[in-house]
T-cell receptor, first 118, second 112 residues
């Protein structure tokens, strides 16, 4: 079974600064997807960014980028120019690329609470 | 485009009572997921449906939890009888094929 570990329960950053959230995972599979989800107090999970393991290029979405190190099984999220609206819980998640019978549920880490200081 | 709808948003029950949650996925999404999110943890998959068939229910406590998806659209998750440790947010998500999963706002259950 796959596991996802987020070792930072809480991170704080000044508005307009850059912050990096860490995530490591354990898997024996060679092909998979990795995701970062944002969960504001409203509880609705919002996809921030996704990475396919077979792609060497790191994914980027505007101010959000990842550092994907496949050999190290590391998948960190960098948020540049932090904004007050970025404050939320951030979850790292894993999904198998090939799954028996079509099962493709996400495996989540415990999350990192990101605080933005004005 | 309407998102994933869930109801109720909040529910408080006493232990040993029963409760049901409803989910309406995005139109056209064949795959539907139920996740349980206990306070301070990430969501955990309970069950996955493909149309009205179960794909994965390996983490569903089948002695007290049940779920159905009639006609491959709406889904209901039931707990009977509830225990204190069932207090959590129950999230429903849907997807089109193997693309992104879209999440609903969740139902916060408190068991007293």
């Amino acid at each position: 079974a796959q596991t996802v570990t987020q070792s930072q329960p809480e991170m704080s950053v000044q508005e307009a600064e850059t912050v990096t959230l860490s995530c490591t995972y354990d898997t024996s599979e060679s092909d998979y997807y990795l995701f970062w989800y944002k969960q504001p107090p409203s509880r609705q999970m919002i996809l921030v960014i996704r990475q396919e393991a077979y792609k060497q290029q790191n994914a980027t979405e505007n101010r959000f980028s990842v550092n994907f190190q496949k050999a190290a099984k590391s998948f960190s999220l960098k948020i540049s120019d932090s904004q007050l609206g970025d404050a939320a819980m951030y979850f790292c998640a894993y999904r198998s690329f090939y799954s028996g019978g079509g099962a493709d549920g996400l495996t989540f880490g415990k999350g990192t609470h990101l605080i933005i200081q004005p | 485009e309407a998102g994933v709808a869930q109801s109720p948003r909040y529910k408080i029950i006493e232990k040993r009572q029963s409760v049901a949650f409803w989910c309406n996925p995005i139109s056209g999404h064949a795959t539907l997921y139920w996740y349980q999110q206990i306070l301070g943890q990430g969501p955990k998959l309970l069950i996955q449906f493909q149309n009205n068939g179960v794909v994965d229910d390996s983490q569903l406590p089948k002695d007290r939890f049940s779920a159905e998806r009639l006609k491959g659209v709406d889904s209901t998750l039931k707990i009977q009888p509830a225990k204190l440790e069932d207090s959590a947010v129950y999230l429903c998500a849907s997807s089109f094929g193997r693309e992104e999963q879209y999440f609903g706002p969740g139902t916060r259950l408190t068991v007293t």
